[in-house]
Nanobody, 122 residues
Framework: QLQLVESGGGLVQPGGSLRLSCTASTGTFSNYAMGWFRQAPGKEREFVATISRIDRSTIYADSVKGRFTISTDDAKNTLYLQMNSLKPEDTAVYYC???????????????WGQGTQVTVSS
């Protein structure tokens, strides 16, 4: 019932910034926990960040804490990931994800976007 579309990926130099967006082409975020995952080449998919649909509190992976910011715009039904001070190790496909009737994203989301490529390289 929920279809997610990511955008905003691209090529950026180390130390640069990107802002990823995730919109629901079908359905709304009101009943879903939202978050971001990423998968680097040769690596397993890993959790990046989640934001509570109740009070907008956030949880981040240690690897991105202090550099990435997850946020939402409920009026636009959009999830964001602001990525600053990017490192080559941040290179990955980034996925928007959702869990039905959850406050925070789980390790097994119910819905996934198609992903957007982020490449950090000189």
């Amino acid at each position: 019932q929920l279809q997610l579309v990511e955008s905003g990926g691209g090529l950026v130099q180390p130390g640069g910034s990107l802002r990823l967006s995730c919109t629901a082409s079908t359905g709304t975020f009101s009943n879903y926990a939202m978050g971001w995952f990423r998968q680097a080449p040769g690596k397993e998919r890993e959790f990046v960040a989640t934001i509570s649909r109740i009070d907008r509190s956030t949880i981040y992976a240690d690897s991105v804490k202090g550099r990435f910011t997850i946020s939402t715009d409920d009026a636009k039904n959009t999830l964001y990931l602001q990525m600053n001070s990017l490192k080559p190790e941040d290179t990955a496909v980034y996925y928007c994800a959702a869990n039905l009737r959850r406050v925070l994203i789980t390790s097994t989301p119910d819905y996934w976007g198609q992903g957007t490529q982020v490449t950090v390289s000189s």
